[in-house]
Structures are given as C-alpha cells and as structure tokens.
C-alpha cells in the first residue's frame, strides 16, 4: 500500500494507447491490453533476466528489437509486437530452443500445461532444421520428491532465481557454462532445501516436476478444486488436482490466494495425509472392551443414547467438548452449538486455547479487535519489522516470505528476537536478512522486550502526544523501566545496551511499522504479558493506529483464528463474545431460539481435571489428542480413562480414539467446503476435491445427526447455510473478498486501557522476570514446530515422511564438540521425567546451550517436558525442558 | 629510430627498463598525477580527456571521458574503477606486455581516472592465465604503496586511492563489462542487461567506470602533454592517439607494434610486421581481434582508424590483427573461431548458447566433408537470428568469422561441399560434448 | 581446513572487498592452489567463509575453466588450439605431445604427472604456438624446445624455457655497463 499515488506512463501498444504506472514493464503494458507476448525467464515475481530472448518487440526508434521483458515503459513510446520482423524473431528463438530440447512431450508431465509446447504449437514450425546431435545430460537421482530432466531446461533460470529472491534459500546451482549449463544441487549430491515446490511450479516446462505425480495423469485428466491448505495459520490458496478420487497433484497459481502461488513443502508435498492408508473408514463402537466396526445409526445411536442418559443422570456440565482448529468455522460453529443448545453446557476448548488465545486476549485488551490491524500487504510495504519469538520460515513460512519480500524487494529494516542463530544452511534463516538480532533463549522474551521499551524511553523516543494525552501511563512505564537497571536486563537475557539502543531508533524512525509474534512468546509462560508489553511498545512509539503499523499474533493451526471468532472455546460465545456479554447473548439466543448456558465455560486442563475427579463424565472429542500430545504429567490417559462416554471424530485412530467409547470417522479439509479464517483473519473458502474416504463424514454432520437423535434437531443442508447462519450471529462475518479490511484499533478501549486498563498488572508486567531454577541438566530442550511438519496430522504424508519421518535433536556445534557427539550419532537426553536416546543432528542456526526437537514426533520424548498451567488464561505450557546430554555409542 | 614515436611503448623500449618505481620515475612516471592531484579539479581532468579524443581500447571504442561523464554528479556513496586486463580476445596480447612490463605507467594511469571519477577503490580484472601479469602488477602496487602513491592520501594529499588485483579465472565474457563486474562480485560471469549501465549501476550497484589497460596507460601521457598534443595525433577527430597492434599469423614479424591510428593496413603488416613470412601472398586478415568479421587484400589500403576500418565492412575492436596468406582453408579458420565462441558463450541468451553450438555442429560437418549445399543457407539464417539479438555483443561476435568467409570464400564452402556429396558421405556425425 | 593453515592471507583477501562474496574467486585458487583441485570440502568451507550456500560456490567454480574440481596431473599442458595459434602449428604441438607422453587431449600420464589439455585463446597470438604449464608461459614452440621443457619438469619441476615479463618483438638488449 504504497503512500502516494505513482506516476502514469502513457504509450501505445500494436496502436491502442495504455496508462500504466511508471516503472511498469512492456510486457505487463501489453497484457493489460490484452497482448500475451511470449515468453520463458520472464516471471512477475522475479527480477527481470531477460536471457530467453522470446519476447523480443519493436519499439518505436530504437533500431534492435528490444526485450519486452526487461523494458520499462516510457511516455510516448510505441511499441509494436504483432509486425513481420518480431514474429520472425519470435519463430527463430524458438526455433534455437527447440533445438536441444529432446522433444519428448509424450512422457512429459508437463505436457498439456507446458509454455514450450504452447509457443510451437502457436507458431506452427512446420519441419526441424536441426539435424545434428542434440545434447544429452546424464540423468542424476534429485531428490525423493522433485525430478529434474536437464534435457528439457530452457535455462530461463526462473527455478534458480526464485530460490534465491524469493525463497532466500538458494539451493539451486546452474552448474557448467553455455549449452552445457544445468541446474544441480551442490555437486553430485540430491537435493537438500525448503521443498516449497517452487521451483516445479515456476518451470515453464518439465524440467522440473514432483516425483510424488510422476507418470501417473495428463493434466487434461485432471479435476481441480481451488481450496485452502490445513497446515499452518498462513492459510494458502491450494488447488488440488485430482484423478477419480485420487488426490495426484497440488499447486498454487500465481495471483491466487493470500500467498500469490508460493507454498512450503507442506503445502505441496503433503496432501497425501488425506489419503493414508491408515485413514479411518468406519464407525467404531466400543464392545466387550474391544473397538469393533459399527453403522453410522448403531454409533450414532448408541452416542445419543448414551448422552441422553448422562444428561439425565448427571447435569450438562458433566459434559464436556474439545475439538480442533484444523476444522473448518462451520464445523466448529456447529460444535459450540451442539455442545450450548443440545447438551447445554459451556464446557468446551479447541486447540487455539495452547497458545493463539494469549495473543487475541492481549489484542482485545489494548486495541479492542480480537483481529490483527495489518494485512499481509502491510507486512509487505513495512518500513521496519520486528518478529518476536518465531522462527518464522518454519512456522510461519508464507507470512515468512512476505517478511523476506520487505527486506529483499523493498528495503526494510528488519528486527528480530529468537532463539535462533543467523547460520546459512539448506534452509532460509530469516535472522540472516535481520538488520539487528538478538538471540534469544526461550525463557528471555518478555525480558528482551522490556530492554527495548526501555530504551525506548531513555532514549526520548516516546511520542510526545501520547506523553499529554496519557501521561499515567507514560509515568507508571518509566517509573517501572527505571527501577531495572540495564546491568540486570543483560545479565539475564545476554543482550547489550547498545543493540536495544540501535533498535529502539530503527523502529521509533520507521513510518510503517508491524511487530510479529510467534509461538516463541505465545506458548510460552508470560506469553500474554510479553504481548501485551509489545503493543505497549506501539504505543509509546505512537505507532499502534498509524496506517501500516500493528502487531500480528502468528497462528499455529489453520484454523486457530476461527475456532476462537466461532466460540469454540471456554471463554467465548461466536463472535468471539465473553460468556456475559448480554447483547450478545440476546442475539445469538434469538437466532437459536434458545436461551445460552449460563455456567462457566471449562479450558481443556480444567475438563481434564474435572474428569479425573469423576465430576466430568463425557466428553466429544474432535480431532484433538491429548492423550498423544500432552505430557504424561498432563494425566490425560487418566482422566480419559474414567469417562463414561469418550466420544472422538477423528481421521485416524490416534492414542485417544484408541481409549473411546465411540470412534466416528471423519471427512479431512480435502472431502469437505466450508471456510478456514487465518492468521490476518481472512476468511476463505474450503472446497471439496475428493469424495470422503470410506464412510468418513464432515464433523458438523456428525452433530447435527446426534442433534436430530437426541431431540433438539441442528439441521443445514449444506455448510453454506451454516455460514449464513454464521453471519447472522457475527454480521458481517466471512465476506469471501481479495483483501479483507483489518480492523481498526478501538478508541474507547485504547483509551480505557491507558487511563486504567494497563495499570492491573503493569508491576508484573514491567518486571525482570527470573529464570526458573530446575533440578535439571543445563540444557533447554525445546519442542519445536518444524517446516515439514503440521502437528501430527502431517505425519500421515507420504511426501513429507520422505523429507523428515522421526524425532532427532538439533544442536549447537560447539555444544556437540564438547560432549563429543557427532551428527548422526546417538545420544541420551535425560532428566528427572526419564530419559530417550534419539539421533544427533549438528546445526549451527541452533544457539549454544539450546536443544530442538520437532514436536512432531515427540512421542516418547514429551516425558520430558515441564508442565505448568497459566493459573489465570489456564493455558498450558510444555514446549520445554531442561536436560542433560551423554553421548551413547 | 622506429618511424613512429612509442608513447605506451616508450619506456619499455629503453634498453635493459625492468619497470620499477624507480626506473618508471626516472623516465618521468608519476609526474602526471602529481600535477593534478589537488590542483586540477577532477572534472577538469575529465575534460582534458574528453578533449584529446582518447577513446576505449577495449573493443567498443567508446569515448573515454564521455563515459566518465556519465557518473551521477551528486552521488554520495562509493564509486570505483574497474580496470579491464581480461585481454581475452583471440589475436590480441598487448595489455599483457603493457602490463608485464610497464605496470606503473597503468597504475598511474588508473590513479588518474580515479581521481577524475572520485573513485577511492579500483581492482584491476586481469584473466587468470596472467599468473606472472598478476604477480608484477601486485609487486607494482606494493612499491607504490610503500612510497605513500597508492592508498591513504596519495602523495600527502587527503585523497585515498586503493587498488587491488582480481584475477579471473578462465572466460572470455568475462572481458564484457557487466560480466566482469559479475565475475568481481564472486558469481558467474553472465552479462547484464544494460540499462542500467555501469555508469549508474556497476560494480556492488554503485556508479563504476571500466576502462582497458591501454585506455588507462594512455591517461598519463595526455594529461603530462595535453589534450591538445594527443589529439593531433592520429586519425584526428575521431581516432586519436596511438594503438599497441597486435599483428599475428603469417606474418615476418609478428608482434605488437605501436603506431598512430590511421596508418594503412598495408604499412602494419609489410613494413611494421615485416611483411609475408614466405613467399605466399596474402590471402585474408582480421582486423581487430576474433570478434571482428575478416577483410581481403583488397582492403590493405584501408586505415586503421574506427571509422575507416567500419566503413569497410569490419572493426577496429581490440587491435588484433591477424593475417593469413595463401592457402588457408578459410573455412577451417572460421570453424577454429566458431569453436571458440561455443566454447566461451556464457549460455545466457538462447540465441547465443543454442546457435553456437548449432553452427559449430553445422560448421565441423562442412569441414568434415559432410556438408550439404542447404547448410549454407542455415548458417546465414541462424548468424542473422543471432546477431542483434542478444544480451550483450557477443552474439554479434560470435557470427562474424562465418558470415564475412561466407561473404568472401563461398566458393571454398561450395568446394567443399561438392567434396562431400562426391565423397557421399551425408550423415550428420557426432559433436563432442564441451569440455 | 583453509580457515586454520591460511587465516592471514584470508583475512587480506577478504579485506579488499566491501563484500564478502567478491572473495570467492580467491578463495577457490588459495584451495586449489592447496590440493591440486577444488574439493567439495573446501568448496563448503569457503561457502561457510563468505556466507553463501555451497550450491552458490559451485554454480561459480563450475563456471570458470581454470578451477579444477577434478586433480589434474602434476604439471598441467595447456595448449592453445585458437586460430592465430592454429596458423602457426598447435596442432602439430599437440600431436607432438601426445605422441611423447601417450595421453590424449583430457587426458592424463599414468604417473599423474602430466595433463594435457586443449586451451582456448591464452594471449599469447604473436609468439604461437604457445602452451601454459601450471602459472608458466612457454611460447614459440618447437620440437626441441619441447623435449627439453618436458625433460626439465620431469627432473626439476621447472624449465628456464619459461617466458615473460612478455614483449614481442624484443627490445634491443641493454648495452654492458650503461
Ligand atoms: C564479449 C566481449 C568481450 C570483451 N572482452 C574484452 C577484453 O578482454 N578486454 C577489454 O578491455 N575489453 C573487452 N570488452 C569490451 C568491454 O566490454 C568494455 O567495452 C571495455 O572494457 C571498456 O573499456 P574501454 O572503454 O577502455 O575500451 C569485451 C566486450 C565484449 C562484448
Ligand atoms: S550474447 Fe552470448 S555471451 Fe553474451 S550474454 Fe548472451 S549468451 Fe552470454
Ligand atoms: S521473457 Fe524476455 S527475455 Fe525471456
């Protein structure tokens, strides 16, 4: 959203006049009106190359033919692309990259969808003249996922290109010179990189294709459904490509979607976990202790039955609801109206409640939205940028690259705070591209954020009217900053004065300024203050409702944002709404035409204990796992262990549906519409793409049928109605759109919270907080999310298993000196929970001192980690731990 | 006495000069900048240089202070000089001697151009087969250094002027100006496509200026004798100065000779390079390095001047002059060149990369008496759809060794080619893959 | 490791450049230089110096002629098989030195001492036909000077028949005692 209006450009294309900004390329001239001028390097995303030479034009007193791709327009210019001599020119470079190319479209996947085969095919070249020997490239394995055949490269280097100025990974090497040019990894070894696909999708011909489709469609066999991928909070526009009912393909066409085409690995390489074999396809009922295969009428049945008689016998409040934010708002709307109207009870969380509540709760607390201020393009057009506690390329990876395209593309200065070290391996490090770093352990976020602050206002960068207009609160912050000396915030967080000093005057002189955070800070203890002391840091910087400024919590799941605006949680009605918020309650009650539960909502931890005291007595359970995820201190085997009623939805048949009552298989995000909201709070659309797998159904039928069974009908015909529903309840809410219009900061709220709001916990707030003293080794063990894996959902991908298919921990070189590991090697991590040995991998992006693991595959290893729950947002926290290291041989 | 007076040459003329700072300051060296360094303004020093005409010896031939007068005026930030000792040319080895022996005439030259162009930092790209160029150049900069003429305030002035060797490391693109500055930059040496030029976008994106070791070595002459003395000689207006000629082949004498742009052709090679090495005539020469397409002894008497030797249908180029006499199979030397621009185009441009290795393909199977009378009428076609139509100007290059035999001998081609359709032996045979 | 045998001529090398990646070329001839070729060791130690990926060392060691990612024999025959060099018989050099050593053009001596290769243009049109062995220039070749190069590498490592600092036509010699 660039400030000013640009500038405009008229010229004439083939005749017709156009006006188009300054700096606008002939060839995006052309298309504007229409006129497609061929061409291979030529990608709107990527800096122009201009080394095909096929989109040679005339212009108008320059005696060459010129590259449309690579010439800006100029006032009164007048191009001509339809005249003898520019199809001429076009015929012979295409003729000269005819040449060596092996002509093997029969066995090409790309064929059908190729630019080469369009280009000849349009210009018709009748017979070869070529009659010498073509060049041959020897065939070299890749990697398990991408195949290149070298013999069919242009060498337009856009698969080069965009792995460096897009991705910042730079894997792609052209190897050799002239005909004998071709793209490698690094010497004969396979590709080791990102695998966002980029490269596949970016070739303009099949020399570079997916593995996991190889041989197996021709692109005119193929269904397509535009849908939205269900691994992380980005929430990317995916099309799926389907064959009959087999799920072949996945991409992502420029222009479409939130991410503009780009995906991670994840996106591209996992949308077999829909497919896996291990998918479940029948009901299961619980018989003589054994889960045996039932009709959907015998488990729904026995589920109502079974609810009706608890209900009975105990009150709603024995029951209790949990489900995922993979699913989509129309499954989770029906949820939290199944579990308020059918059942009655208010008892229900959803996984947003481990760490994506913390950042909604600080948002509604400082600036009134529950939503971000910023859109993507915000992030994009940011002068200044500063990600706190994410590691963002792994996260976060889209939202990552809007981050790289602002520093790359655009200049700005970026900041950031994570437990990560700038080190270049296969994959990009956003550190790397950070005008200032501060690596930072874990536990020090909220610490290193208060050093900013800090210096913030030492260094007189406090905005002057905010002093007038707030001066309490603007006193209470420099009261409480003044009272830590600098000498304590360095000693705890290993940072320098100077740093936080050099910071604080890059991102008070930025006019555009947008502070991300990611799971680093929001599941974390102190999460929420750590926050909420970040938006403060907007305010005092006068920046938090400036155009272009805000600050972004990074949702986890694909769906945080929406189970948390539907009221699939403990605190929350649709809207998000707090449980006594009346208006809103009338409202909704009108819609339903029942009256709201009035008891107390119940958190995942509460339900769980409640059931280990025998006072919760069901539960429906929706995708989630606790018994998988949470560690053994957690007692969720227990707990779940004495229900009377366990029922799960599930895909497949994890460590808790293995305990249930009931299992009722259901659809995955591929067999199903709806919408997904992500991390901006964009609303989009879920499409269908293939059949449900086996008897499975979408989740919101699920309930409505129990609805039906136990006498308070929910009936939709489709999840179209249950979004209109959706609307009336939340006006206005999923206005699909191609930008949604963040929300503004709320005044009345703002200024509640400066006069007053802040000042609760403000001594909290502002204070060092000091390390927690563990019994344990010296090491901090960190649960990590990492870029091929999606929770354990991603897990069921065949594609992503072949890039990442069990647990190992990641550490510091010199750590691995010293204990003499070796990458590779085998070592025990240990402390007073017990012990696991798993597989050493040397990293230098690790910081000393830190250890990760990918909570993906945490199985075993989750013994280890500390648990504690947040007494007032009962969030629970146990992503680390403290661990000691021997070396096994 | 030889007839012309060396300038370049000069110094390196004088019985047992080894090239040191002292003997370079004995023969007068280091006057020039000691003259204008703080007292002449560096765009006076620009305009003595656009006012003798010396124009780049590098290839193009582009005016030398007009291109220093494209630096942007107001600009703050770093600017450098590059100085092009790629010398990759086939037919040309005159920077080499230049350099090899007199490399204190091209340091103090590059302290001019840097002082004009308000460089601090200059690298000289010198090809990588240059092991001993290098060495001496290094040994050069390090007595300048030591006597305070290179690096911080040069001559106890405040200006700081550094220079630095980079070698290259085998390609000849990486003698184009914007591959060069790739190359410096530690990536592949591919071309950039101009706009933006140097001049604005160069070397690490700032304004830089590249400029030919001879270019460089002829600054400080004029700037010791004036623009006015430079430019009387010659072929004035437009070509001034002298050339360091780089005569090759069948020649008595070959060798570099420096004479005054706008002596004939006929006066270089038969009494510079003392004429035929034996008694067979001449039959054909290049007249200014590989790029530049071959003339006939019909053209002896055309000036070696830019303007003359274009007029006549080639370039002027490099200085490379290389003669063939009598019996030369032209086709054969065509395939030799067309052998090397495959083995040096940078692949970048389709084009280029595709159409070299057709031609040569094409080319080898004519020379292997497999051609066919059709082949001729490709080759034409394929140098037509090359040249004009790339990145950079190799694409012109690379087409004229075939187009100007073809323009002058077909009937050697046809001969040949008749050969094989006797022989029978049309069937395409196998290249080699490049090294 | 270059990092620990070389630090202080890496530490100079790097000084000259405002940019670190510019000290790639030198630093793959310091590697070379070390073992005879570019090893895939050293070509990620280098990676880790400037902070690039290998694959960004690779595409550009790959790119240049003179950087070996293969060993070479002890003394590398680089002939020149460019016209001007052609013209005055480079062929017939190769043919000599293929004849006397037994490789072929690519190829290399059993006892790994020589390599022959057939070079493009070297600079050297007006004193061909010429070869480069390693950093060394010999030029006007002929049959004998050829034996006696071949011989002195064998015995010496070396051979006086080297030449440079380059002028051609040579100056008049300096007279005795001026
Ligand atoms: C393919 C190609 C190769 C070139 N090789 C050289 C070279 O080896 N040495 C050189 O000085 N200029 C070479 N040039 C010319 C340079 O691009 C550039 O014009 C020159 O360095 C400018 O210096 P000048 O103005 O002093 O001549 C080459 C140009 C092209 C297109
Ligand atoms: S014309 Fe040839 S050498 Fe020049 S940039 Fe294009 S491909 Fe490279
Ligand atoms: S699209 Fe313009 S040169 Fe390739």
Known sequence: MPDQKPETVRLTIDGTTVAVPKGTLVIEAARRVGVMIPHFCYHPKLKP????????????????????????????????????????????????????????????????????????????????????????????????????????????????????EIMDVKALAPVGRGTMTEIKHFGPHELDCEFCGGCIQICPVGAITSRLSMYEYRPWMLKRADTICTFCGDGCRITVQTKGNELIEVNSAHGAGRNNGDLCARGFFGFHASSDADRLTHPLIRREGKLVEATWEDALEYVAEQALRLKLAHSADAFGGLITSRCTNEDLYVFQKFMRQVIGTNRIDSSARYGHLNG???????????????????????????????????????????????????QASLVTMEALQPAIDTLSNITNLALQHFPTHPAQFGNTVLGLTKAVIEGNLVDATLAQQAPAFVQRLTSALQGISWENLEAVTGQTRTQWTETA?????????????????????????????????????GKLDKPGCGLGPLAEENNDQGAVEMGAVAEFFPGP????????????????????????????????????????????????????????????????????????????????????????????????????????????????????VGDSRPDWEMFSALSVLMGSPLEYGDAREILKEIRTVIPGYGLLGPTPTPPKVDQAVLSGYLTQGFAGDAATRYAVSQPRQTGDGSFTLMFVQTLFHSGKLSTHSKGLLQLQQEGFLSINPEDAARLDLADGGQVKVSNSRGAITTTVKIRERVPAGLLWFPEHFDGEAKQLAEWTIDPRTQIPYFKLAHVSLAKVS | MPKYEPILLKNMLQPGYTGSLAEYERAGGYQAIRKV?????????????????LRGRGGAGFPTGVKWGFLPKDYQGPRYLCCNADESEPGTFKDRQLIERDPHQLLEGMLLACYAIGAASSYIYIRGEFVLGAKILEQAINEARAAGYVGKNIFGSNTTIDIWVHRGAGAYICGEETALLESLEGKRGLPRVKPPFPATHGLYNKPTVVNNVETLANLPHILNRGAEWFASIGSPPKSTGTRVFCVSGHVARPGNYEVPMGITFRELIYEQAGGMRSDKKLKAFIPGGASAPFLTPDHLDVKLDFESVALAGSMLGSGGVTVMEEGTDMVWAALRLMEFFYHESCGKCSPCREGSSWLVQIMRRIVNKRGQLADLETLTDLCKNIAGRTVCAFGDAEVSPILSTLKHWRHEYVAMIHAAEAANLIRPEPVGAKQ | MLKETHKAEIDDILSRYPVKR???????????????????????????????????????ATFYTMLNLKPVGKFHLQVCKSLMCALVGSDTVIGWISAKLGIKPGETTPDRLFTLSIVECLAACGTGPMMQVNDDYYERLTEEKLDRILADLRQTGTCSLKTGPFMWPEPAPAKPGA
């Not at chain 1, 989109?55 to 692309?81: D, I, N, Y």
């Not at chain 1, 029969?106 to 003249?129: A, E, I």
């Not at chain 1, 300024?513 to 403060?536: E, F, K, Q, S």
Request: with cysteine; proline share 5%; glycine share 6%.
């Open chain 1, 49 to 164: 190359d201009a080394n095909c030479r096929m989109c040679l034009v005339e212009v108008e007193k320059m005696p060459k033919l010129q590259t449309a791709c690579s010439t800006p327009v100029a006032e009164g210019m007048a191009v001509r692309t339809a005249t003898t001599t520019v199809d001429d020119a076009h015929k012979s470079v295409l003729e000269f990259i005819l040449a060596n190319h092996p002509l093997d479209c029969p066995v090409c996947d790309q064929g059908g969808k190729c630019d080469l085969q369009d280009f000849s095919h349009q210009y018709t070249p009748t017979t070869s003249r070529f009659t010498e020997t073509k060049r041959i490239f020897q065939k070299e394995y890749f990697s398990p996922l991408i195949e290149t055949q070298m013999n069919r490269c242009v060498q337009c280097l856009r698969c080069v290109r965009y792995c460096d």
């Open chain 1, 360 to 410: 909604v709760q600080a948002l509604r607390r400082v600036q009134g939205t529950h939503r971000w201020t910023i859109a993507f393009e915000d992030i994009v057009a940011a002068n200044a940028l500063l990600l706190v506690g994410t590691n963002i390329t792994e996260t976060s990876p889209i939202t990552g690259l809007k981050v790289k395209e602002a520093v790359k593309k655009r």
């Open chain 1, 505 to 541: 005057k890059i991102l008070a002189g930025a006019n555009r300024l947008v502070i991300l955070v990611g799971n680093g800070v929001l599941r974390h203890p102190g999460g929420d203050a750590t926050v909420t002391n970040l938006l403060d840091l907007l305010i005092l910087l």
């Open chain 1, 577 to 692: 709404a707090p449980l006594d918020d009346q208006p809103v309650r009338d409202r909704i009650a009108t819609v339903w035409r029942e009256e709201l539960p009035r008891t107390p909502g119940a958190s995942l931890t509460e339900m769980l204990a409640a059931a280990n005291k025998g006072s919760l007595k069901a539960l429906f359970v929706v995708g989630e796992n606790p018994v998988g995820t949470l560690p053994a201190e957690a007692q969720a085997a227990e707990a779940l262990g004495k229900l009377d009623l366990l029922v799960c939805q599930e895909l497949f048949l994890t460590e808790t549906a293995a305990m249930a009552h009931v299992v009722l298989p259901a659809c995955s995000y591929m067999e199903k519409d709806g919408t997904f909201t992500n991390s901006e709070g964009h609303v989009q659309g879920v499409r269908q793409a293939i059949n449900p």
């Open chain 2, 37 to 53: 360094l703080g007292k002449v303004s560096p765009a006076d020093v620009t305009a003595v240089v656009m006012k003798s005409g």
């Open chain 3, 22 to 60: 510019s000290a790639l070329l030198p630093l793959l001839y310091l590697a070379q230089r070390e073992q005879g070729y570019i090893t895939e060791a050293a070509m990620q130690e280098i990676a880790g110096l400037l902070k690039l990926t290998p694959p960004q060392v690779y595409e550009t």
